[in-house]
């Protein structure tokens, strides 16, 4: 009786912390560069049950006193063991805004082991001076005159060193080469990330490596293509009506393992009030 307690109420857990993601996701349907997460949920291991110690046993030969004999398995429950981002590329929405630029996704390889397809992102770097990587392209100038990010972050080039510039009038090419003029200031730094899946997510659509270590530069390298588009920005790629569909499937769950629990809370109360009642 008390396991079904356990089982009922991890699963109510598990339906809880997937609504709280799922709302998360759509609290962040019009952050540019978001990139939405989705949860791997997982049965705790089987418990296999064995009568030990009875007295009459039934066999195919008749009867076995006092021996131990199979009974079945048990499940345990559900958790939610991890959430992993989406790294689909959003819509581009215009802004006409200078600062703004949209990394657009070309061939990207795919990891022959596990079959995930590599993701690009913006190289930029923080107040630590580590590498963190984004796909939002909200950019703006600081008062020095340095290209950062909306956090305050700096933005890199492809030789790992801060922007500077001298306006917001500059234009980008569809390389990422920052034009000032006719001069070529700095070329934006892109980053690629393999086994993007094994990224870690801040805040702010800010991802690092586990590890601290960089990743690899994507300018110039060999099958990964893509381009840049000045004025716009990547939205989010939140499916907003499947998210909303989602939770009422989580709130769903949620409900009827609640209807189970207070079953389960009654048939407790039965059995103290009625079944343990001496006449």
């Known amino acids: 009786m008390f396991r079904g307690f356990y089982t009922v109420g991890s699963g109510m857990i598990a339906q809880q912390r997937r609504t709280e993601m799922l709302a998360n996701n759509m609290a962040n349907a019009n952050t540019p560069g978001y990139k939405a997460e989705q949860s791997v949920i997982r049965s705790f ?61 070309g061939r990207l390889p795919i990891d022959v082991e596990t079959g995930t397809q590599g993701a690009i992102f913006f190289r930029l770097e923080n107040e630590g001076g580590s590498e963190q990587y984004t796909k939002n392209g909200s950019f703006t100038l600081d008062p020095s005159g340095f290209l950062t990010s909306a956090g305050g972050a700096y933005v890199l080039d492809n030789n790992g060193q801060r922007i500077a510039l001298q306006n917001d009038d500059f234009r980008v090419t569809d390389e990422g080469v920052i034009m000032e003029g006719n001069t070529a200031v700095a070329t934006l730094g892109i980053s690629f990330a393999q ?36 004025g716009y920005l990547e939205g989010s790629n939140v499916d907003a009506a499947r998210t909303m569909t989602d939770m009422l499937t989580a709130y769903r769950a949620f409900e009827a393992n609640q209807k189970i629990l207070q079953a389960y809370d009654r048939s407790m109360e039965k059995a103290v009030t009625e079944v343990g009642r001496v006449n």
């Open 45 to 105: 291991p089987e418990m296999y049950m064995s009568s030990i110690n009875t007295a009459k046993i039934p066999t195919e030969n008749g009867f076995q006193m006092k021996g131990l004999s199979p009974v079945g398995s048990v499940s345990t429950g559900v958790y939610m063991q991890e959430t992993l981002p989406l790294f689909t590329q959003g819509q581009l929405r215009e802004t006409e805004l200078t600062t703004d630029i949209a990394l657009v996704d």
């Open 195 to 230: 086994r993007p899946d094994m990224l870690l997510k801040q805040g702010d659509g800010m991802f690092v490596t586990e590890g601290g270590e960089n990743l690899t530069a994507a300018n110039g390298m060999a099958g990964v293509t893509y381009s840049m588009q000045q």
